[in-house]
Nanobody, 127 residues
Framework: QVQLVESGGGLVQAGGSLRLSCAAS????????MGWLRQASGKEREFVAS????????YYANSVKGRFTISRDNAKNAVYLQMDSLKPEDTAVYYC????????????????????WGQGTQVTVSS
């Protein structure tokens, strides 16, 4: 049974930082892209960032580019999202996601639907 478990969410003031973590288990994640999507209350889920298996190719939503950094540790089956200069509009439930990506192009989770999802972690940024 595949599980993606997020942690690291919480309440932070605008301008602050948080680091989200996602631990994956239940299968081998070789050639799997990993990423983060978010959903604010009353809005549709949106892409935040994703990273290919090798970690050398990353994709970001324009709204977070330059503020968020995605990384992964394949030895730990983990993916991280460092969020700096947080804004109130970053408030959302953040979901970890994974997709089989035999080619790097499938690592762009803004274009390709994930195969697996986590349960989400709440991030709240106060003004």
């Amino acid at each position: 049974q595949v599980q993606l478990v997020e942690s690291g969410g919480g309440l932070v003031q605008a301008g602050g930082s948080l680091r989200l973590s996602c631990a994956a288990s239940g299968r081998t994640f070789d050639n799997y892209a990993m990423g983060w999507l978010r959903q604010a209350s009353g809005k549709e889920r949106e892409f935040v960032a994703s990273i290919n298996w090798g970690g050398g190719i990353t994709y970001y939503a324009n709204s977070v580019k330059g503020r968020f950094t995605i990384s992964r540790d394949n030895a730990k089956n983990a993916v991280y999202l460092q969020m700096d200069s947080l804004k109130p509009e970053d408030t959302a439930v953040y979901y970890c996601a994974a997709r089989h990506a035999p080619s790097y192009i499938y690592s762009d989770l803004s274009r390709y639907e994930p195969d697996y999802w986590g349960q989400g972690t709440q991030v709240t940024v106060s003004s």
